[in-house]
Nanobody, 122 residues
Framework: QVQLVESGGGLVQAGDSLRLSCAAS????????MGWFRQAPGKEREFVAT???????DYADSVKGRFTISRDNAKNTVYLQMNSLKPEDTAVYYC????????????????WGQGTQVTVSS
């Protein structure tokens, strides 16, 4: 079992930056591929970024060049650095963990955090 707790969300203005954190507890963190997803009101949950156990990353086209996913295995934490935020980035952001290959497919993930709200005003 893995428990995931996100933090770092908030209300910011367009163009600002935020760093989300996701702290993991339970099983060995380094074994897991990690992902960030988001869900805006009235919309489906969508892929944001993923990071494999060996450092491979992938991003949604909408965030490429603005967001960076990283992990610190010593701290059992995955981060999402979000720069040049836009109003359309407003959503609840979730981190997720899975064993095996990293994926952009939400149902492939076994463990989810409770989410953290990010609101970007124009």
């Amino acid at each position: 079992q893995v428990q995931l707790v996100e933090s770092g969300g908030g209300l910011v203005q367009a163009g600002d930056s935020l760093r989300l954190s996701c702290a993991a507890s339970g099983r060995t963190f380094s074994r897991f591929a990690m992902g960030w997803f988001r869900q805006a009101p009235g919309k489906e949950r969508e892929f944001v970024a993923t990071l494999s156990q060996n450092g491979y990353t992938d991003y949604a086209d909408s965030v490429k060049g603005r967001f960076t996913i990283s992990r610190d295995n010593a701290k059992n934490t995955v981060y999402l650095q979000m720069n040049s935020l836009k109003p359309e980035d407003t959503a609840v952001y979730y981190c997720a963990a899975k064993e095996g290959l990293s994926s952009a497919y939400a149902p492939a993930y076994d463990y989810w955090g409770q989410g953290t709200q990010v609101t970007v005003s124009s």
